[in-house]
């Protein structure tokens, strides 16, 4: 089992080393998946159980599936997560000059606190879309010799007055801006990566942590890495569904699907508020029985059931205030299954109902999954939801299951590997129950 759970974590640090933003976790997930067989659902005219096929969104949001013996209008089973992470993104027109230096205006995105990304070795990851939509990649703060960006704070000897203001005022969200250069910096832009300065103003920039997963402790039992929330579930689902025996169909199609724009509420086209996930079941729908009649769109996905992966808040013992005491998520102690999300009086929760959660407590104990059951934190301390609640509305059942981090939205997040492990175990059985 050791072995098994280094491997796998091995494995997994590799991936988030690689899959720094959402677009490049979705370039990386296929990458994968062909490696595996799995075809580009574009190029497939009919379906036959056993195949294993893609589809994809912009670049941004994937689905993957292995089609069972049952017609997808029986259902299908789901594993979702989200690629998307907190992050600072550049603004449209980001190059500024003061004092002599250069900087990189940003917007925020996802909830952070703000004072944990000030001087930090930083990367800058995206792409730029010229008029003629020539696509640049730019990945820039993870090679060895690679420069490096940072957001500077005010000296200790000066910092009186700033140490006494609010954590949350210790710096505006408008002085988030990294230091891009010493004076103009935009020639560099034009002569070194053939970028104008209006050719910014098409472009997705962001500014993540640089810098690969590291493992954690004398036992090296924990991993830091960026980006845990929520590519430790999209991993485990997408290893799961591709260690699948190939061409041994299950009696349910199984599918993961990997999100966008989790992090700032699922809004957008490629976030799970879209109408991405119901178009792709009445696209298999479609191949299966050569046509796609909306009631039997409606049926697939009613009749689906999801384990909605996103990580949890593990018990930290240093902030027990945050604490749902007796209900608490431990690291170390596998994946959580969270019944109910939201705040407050469940308000905005996905409330799974007992007779699911009961199926899966069987799914889990029968395969030997270490997991524990819990709640999202504190009542009345805050609170928070995953994808659940947009899944659910298409009347299907959904439970939280995921992989419990401390420190979640950090720079650096902590997990687990015994957890990292037992996630992706728990999605396989989950499929191949
Ligand atoms: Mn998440
Ligand atoms: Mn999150």
Redesign the pocket.
Known sequence: MKKEIEKYSRDYMRFLTVAKTERRAYAEAVRLLEAKGFKNLEDVKALKPGDRIYRGYHGKTLFAAVIGREPVTSGIRVVG??TDAPRLDLKPKPLYEKGGIAYFDTHMYGGIKKYQWLVLPLALYGTVVKKNGKKIDVALGDAADDPVFMISDVLPHFGKEQLEKKAKDLVAAEDMDVVAGLGSVADILKKKYGVEKDDLLSAELEIVPAGAPREVGLDRALIAAYGH??RV?AYAGLHALMDLSKGQALSKTCAVVLCDK??IGSVGASGMESSFFENTVAEIIDRQARSARDIDVRRALERSQMLSA??CAASDPHFPDADSVGNEAKLGGGPCAIKYTGAASKSGASDARAEFVAEIRRTMDDAKVDWQMGELGRAEKGGGG?ISKFMARFGMDVLDF?TPLLNMHAPWELASKHDCYHTMKAYRAFFAR
Do not use: L, S
């Open positions: 997560g989200h929330d929520d579930c989790e992090e996103d990580v995953t995921g």
